[in-house]
């Protein structure tokens, strides 16, 4: 029977630094989470100072809110005709294909309809992400911090 050097620490010593992989990631995580809270006081505090030297009310913040609501459902719906659309040329170049026709000009007008698409899908999350501060905005004048 052979024994080589260090045979014997091969399954200890992975599990020792699978150990201390995972610690490290929880570590870190931990670092993260924290920066990301300062982070967000930070945006608050700035937010805050953004409200108050506009001088809007909380009937203004109500106001924007409707009408980022009226935006998203617009661009919902731009989406879901684009859909529909995009489903009844995929038919259709199913029965082209069936028949044997050039199927180039349709499969442009899909990507034409992808490419939209995708502008309203960023379009929209520009405005959850803007509905998503106002919310914020909201609450601060619904409860506003004591530090301030």
Known sequence: ????????????????????????????????????AENA????????????SQGLTFEDLKAYAKNLSVERKNINNQIEHIKKAIESKQQTIENLILVKSDTSEILAEIEELNHLGE???????????????????????LNPPEEL
């Open 1 to 36: 029977m052979v024994f080589y050097a260090g045979m014997n620490d091969g399954p200890k010593s992975g599990k020792n630094n699978s150990l201390r992989s995972e610690w490290s990631i929880l570590v870190q995580s931990f670092v993260e989470d924290d920066q990301l």
């Open 41 to 52: 006081a930070d945006k608050t505090h700035k937010l805050i100072g953004q409200l108050k």
């Open 119 to 141: 502008q309203l899908s960023k379009k929209m999350n520009q405005v959850d992400r803007k509905a998503k501060t106002l919310r914020l905005a909201e609450t601060l004048f």
